[in-house]
């Protein structure tokens, strides 16, 4: 079994409904479905059959999956168009297996963690105060892209764990609005200031830091304060320093730490700073014990694995070319942003490892919102487009507000969704739906095409017992993991980014054109447009 031969697979796949999935296995719920660390997966939903699983079990196999898990796990130079290895879950990892992954270079690694557990102390208890001698209460963090959606995501997950009273501001995007809003909320006299980037050269982040910066320096009687004040966390300890951070305030980080896998590392930071050390462990700990399910459970019952492989089906045998990624839960808000990096950066490519142009499709198309919204919105066209959307409903058992009915009818919303969207409604259904409400025959067969539902959309139910650190971290492990054995199956190197770079190159031309520099290699439209902007700031 191999990809060219998936689409062959599909025919079958195409004319029937998920609904007589059901009629034909009264066990299918018990044998689609499966949980782990808090979390439980319902896959019943999916379009696929027994047989159709084995041949992605076997396509599995082909692509040799255990013996990439392995690679990624012990270190092995997988990311080969930037010579890195892939070790995020070494971070999550107790003392003695990091040091048997990393050998000496292990001991850095646990005294970053270490120094980083103790900022957080000395911060959160007042050991450690600002240049006026006065306790921190807010945090600003400065980053994008990886150094900034999991913090993101976490932050807004666990608000009920922000238990040391320090409030943190996300900045990412280089839009002065967004930074004037924040800091004229904030008093440079109790705020700490994290700037987040791996290499310390994102134009963004560095805007902002030194919009920041002279914030801060403008608003402080002490001209010290940014070495006071201000921690970084990089792989670039010079360019962080050049900046004005204290070699000391930077907390280092590694090539094999991609910027979209970071939370676990000194990125973290901000949001151990708010939720304090314990319940940042217990983050690491749930992913840690995702990432022991992805390594050692048989295929068959593989979490991470099996979502995959549905991923793969619904790709590349029935070529949808989107996801929707939908949290029942307002903690989990930031989730379909921060999926949307983490798939399609590390998944959106087209060719292979070794540079051949792929026969198949890669990531999908990753969107969403937190529901009920999206029912008022995108899910109209899920509905009734004649394109299908695959989907993941992300739910929490135990609400997390004090009103459990709102909880109640926010679930039985998302319940009822993923039924809507696998039933559908026909027309012969919608037709003596409106003949039994006393329609009149003229207006039913006018009315009833715009009333059917296509349904047969396939969807993943994921049930967190609660919104809890370890629940959290194991859920943001299995995407890992899912997006990673993807990446193995299309053969493609998933850790890798240069896709963003030729924005990033004709940014830096279009930015000179604009300041009188050279703009006749641009296209005419982007000369105009170039030319209409600097007439509106000039006039
Ligand atoms: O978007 C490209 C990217 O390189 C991401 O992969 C990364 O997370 C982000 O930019 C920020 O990079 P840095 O942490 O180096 O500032």
């Known amino acids: 079994m191999d990809m060219s031969s998936l689409s062959q697979l599909s025919k079958a796949a195409k004319s029937r409904s998920i609904t007589s999935l059901f009629s034909a296995d009264v066990d299918r719920v018990d044998n689609y479905s499966t949980s782990k660390v808090g979390l439980y997966l319902d896959f019943s939903k999916q379009n696929i059959t027994n047989e159709e699983l084995s041949q992605l079990f076997e396509l599995a196999n082909t692509s040799k999956l255990t013996d990439k898990i392995k690679a990624q796990f012990s270190g092995e130079m997988i990311n080969n168009t930037e010579k890195r290895a892939v070790l995020h879950t070494v971070l999550r990892c107790p003392n003695e297996i990091k040091r048997k992954i990393l050998g000496t270079h292990a001991d850095e690694v646990i005294a970053t963690e270490q120094h980083m557990a103790e900022i957080v102390d000395d911060i959160s208890s007042g050991a450690l105060l600002s240049a006026s001698g006065e306790k921190f209460t807010d945090i600003i963090a400065i980053g994008i892209g990886g150094s900034y959606y999991g913090i993101k995501v976490a932050l807004s997950a666990l608000k009920p764990f922000h238990t040391t009273g320090l409030n943190a501001h996300v900045i990412a995007n280089v839009d002065g609005a967004a930074i004037e809003d924040k800091l004229a909320k904030l008093n440079t006299a109790t705020t700490l200031v994290i700037v987040i980037s791996k290499t310390f050269t994102t134009q963004e982040t560095l805007l902002n830091a030194l919009a920041v910066k002279n914030w801060m320096l403008k608003h402080s009687e002490d001209p010290c304060v940014i070495e006071k004040q201000w921690f970084a966390v990089s792989t670039n300890i010079v360019k962080a320093t050049e900046f004005g951070v204290l070699e000391k305030n930077i907390l280092p980080m590694w090539d094999w730490v991609g910027g979209r896998f970071s939370l676990w590392s000194a990125v973290g930071l901000p949001l151990a700073l708010v939720i304090g050390n314990e319940n940042f462990n217990k983050l690491k700990q749930g992913a840690y014990e995702m990432d022991q399910h992805f390594q050692n459970t048989p295929f068959e019952q593989n979490m991470p694995v099996l979502m995959a492989l549905l991923g793969i089906w619904n790709r590349n045998a029935l070529q949808y070319s989107s996801l929707a990624i939908l949290p029942y839960d307002h903690s989990l808000r930031a989730l379909p942003g921060y999926l949307q990096q983490t798939d399609m950066e590390s998944n959106g490519k087209s060719v292979s490892n070794s540079g051949e142009k792929l026969a198949w499709k890669t990531a999908p198309t990753v969107f969403g919102q937190e529901g009920t919204n999206g029912q008022h919105a995108f899910m109209q066209l899920m509905h009734q487009s004649d394109d299908i959307i695959p989907t993941d409903f992300i739910v929490c058992l135990k609400g997390s507000s004090d009103l459990p009915s709102h909880h109640q009818v926010l679930i039985a919303n998302c319940f009822a969704q993923s039924e809507a969207l696998m039933?559908?409604?026909?027309?012969?259904?919608?037709?003596?739906?409106?003949?039994?409400?006393?329609?009149?025959?003229?207006?039913?067969?006018?009315?009833?095409?715009?009333?059917?539902?296509?349904?047969?959309?396939?969807?993943?139910?994921?049930?967190?017992?609660?919104?809890?650190?370890?629940?959290?971290?194991?859920?943001?492990?299995?995407?890992?993991?899912?997006?990673?054995?993807?990446?193995?199956?299309?053969?493609?190197?998933?850790?890798?980014?240069?896709?963003?770079?030729?924005?990033?190159?004709?940014?830096?031309?279009?930015?000179?054109?604009?300041?009188g520099g050279e703009a006749s290699m641009l296209s005419a439209s982007s000369q105009n447009l170039i030319k209409r902007f600097n007439h509106s700031v000039n006039k």
């Open 423 to 515: 039933r559908g409604k026909t027309l012969a259904e919608v037709e003596d739906e409106l003949a039994a409400a006393g329609v009149m025959s003229d207006v039913i067969s006018r009315l009833a095409p715009h009333k059917t539902m296509k349904g047969n959309t396939p969807s993943n139910t994921l049930l967190l017992d609660e919104m809890s650190p370890e629940n959290l971290g194991a859920l943001l492990a299995l995407y890992e993991h899912k997006i990673f054995v993807q990446g193995v199956i299309w053969q493609i190197n998933s850790f890798d980014q240069w896709g963003v770079e030729l924005g990033k190159q004709l940014g830096n031309s279009i930015l000179s054109a604009m300041n």
